[in-house]
């Protein structure tokens, strides 16, 4: 097949498909996911003690990853940048939460979601937070810094030597 032919056919690539998800949306997919094997195979804490610290522990990181979050969302809102990974940036966002982690969107919806957990206390939903962590740090990330670098260069570069990519 020559070339000119290849370039009509388009390959279906699942990790480009997962792209076109909203990042926070694949937090919510995955959790609604891990609702099977919890519905099917519960995993039911006995104590009552622990249940307690369990579910006051979720309140505790939902609303911290809510506001980490959300803090995070509000600067790059006023930089009027996209949120949206693979997209070129119009500003290096360096000030805020940027200061503490470079993903600190990611980070916050990841101790968010482990306080859903906590606070349903359910198990499953913890058990599948790695395969949102494999897919935001070897996928999505990566595709974020690749852009990033070519927008910004040297700045960009710089920051990351400053600030760790998680915390």
Same mark, same amino acid.
């Given at each position: 097949?020559?070339?000119?032919?290849?370039?009509?056919?388009?390959?279906?690539?699942?990790?480009?498909?997962?792209?076109?998800? &909203?990042?926070?949306?694949?937090y919510v997919l995955t959790y609604l996911t891990s609702l099977v094997p919890q519905?099917?195979?519960?995993?039911?804490?006995?104590?009552h003690k622990a249940i307690t610290t369990i579910k006051i522990?979720?309140?505790?990181?939902?609303?911290?990853?809510?506001?980490?979050?959300?803090?995070?969302?509000?600067?790059?809102?006023?930089?009027?940048?996209?949120?949206? &990974?693979?997209?070129?940036?119009?500003?290096?966002?360096?000030?805020?939460?940027?200061?503490l982690s470079r993903n600190p969107m990611y980070v916050g919806l990841i101790l968010a979601y482990l306080g859903e957990a906590g606070l349903l206390a359910q198990v499953w939903p913890v058990i599948f937070i790695p395969l949102?962590?494999?897919?935001?740090?070897?996928?999505?990330?990566?595709?974020?810094?690749?852009v990033l670098k070519g927008d910004f260069g040297a700045e960009y570069e710089n920051y990351c030597k400053r600030v760790h990519r998680w915390l």
């Amino acid at each position: 097949m020559s070339n000119t032919e290849n370039q009509g056919k388009v390959k279906f690539n699942p990790v480009r498909f997962l792209l076109y998800i &909203p990042v926070p949306w694949v937090y919510v997919l995955t959790y609604l996911t891990s609702l099977v094997p919890q519905y099917f195979w519960p995993v039911v804490i006995q104590s009552h003690k622990a249940i307690t610290t369990i579910k006051i522990a979720g309140v505790v990181l939902f609303v911290i990853g809510a506001f980490y979050a959300g803090w995070g969302l509000l600067i790059f809102h006023r930089a009027q940048t996209t949120t949206t &990974p693979g997209e070129t940036s119009k500003k290096l966002v360096m000030s805020g939460p940027y200061r503490l982690s470079r993903n600190p969107m990611y980070v916050g919806l990841i101790l968010a979601y482990l306080g859903e957990a906590g606070l349903l206390a359910q198990v499953w939903p913890v058990i599948f937070i790695p395969l949102i962590f494999s897919y935001v740090n070897w996928i999505v990330i990566p595709l974020e810094e690749t852009v990033l670098k070519g927008d910004f260069g040297a700045e960009y570069e710089n920051y990351c030597k400053r600030v760790h990519r998680w915390l």
